[in-house]
């Protein structure tokens, strides 16, 4: 069974960037037609996709994100790391690491990490 964790600074100052890593167990990133995903969710709303990294390599962002977004891997660690520039306050959210499959056209997640946290405040 695949696990993920988060890991990384909880408090991020405005203007900064957001720097978040997920360590994958129990599978390889780079399984065949698995997609590596971050989600985040800010207080008391719903659930954001940010983007994906591919498990060959290749990413795809939120068109709201993309310009502030950047997600690599590190294929020796079985990780992948969100990079969120520019942060401001409202990208205070629970953030998530997720993975999954396509099914029937749609990215379909299967495992979740428990979601960390990020404050944005100087």
Request: glycine content about 12%; some cysteine.
């Amino acid at each position: 069974q695949v696990q993920l964790q988060e890991s990384g600074p909880g408090l991020v100052k405005p203007s900064q960037t957001l720097s978040l890593t997920c360590t994958v167990s129990g599978g390889s990133i780079t399984t065949n037609y698995y997609y590596w995903s971050w989600i985040r969710q800010p207080p008391g709303k719903g659930l954001e996709w940010i983007g994906y990294i591919a498990y060959t390599g290749s990413t795809y962002y939120s068109p709201s994100l993309k310009s502030r977004t950047s997600i690599t891997r590190d294929t020796s660690k079985n990780q992948f790391t969100l990079q969120l520039s520019s942060v401001t306050p409202e990208n205070a959210a629970v953030y998530y690491c997720a993975g999954g499959e396509y099914s029937g056209g749609y990215l379909s997640i299967g495992s979740w990490g428990q979601g960390t946290k990020v404050t944005v405040s100087s």
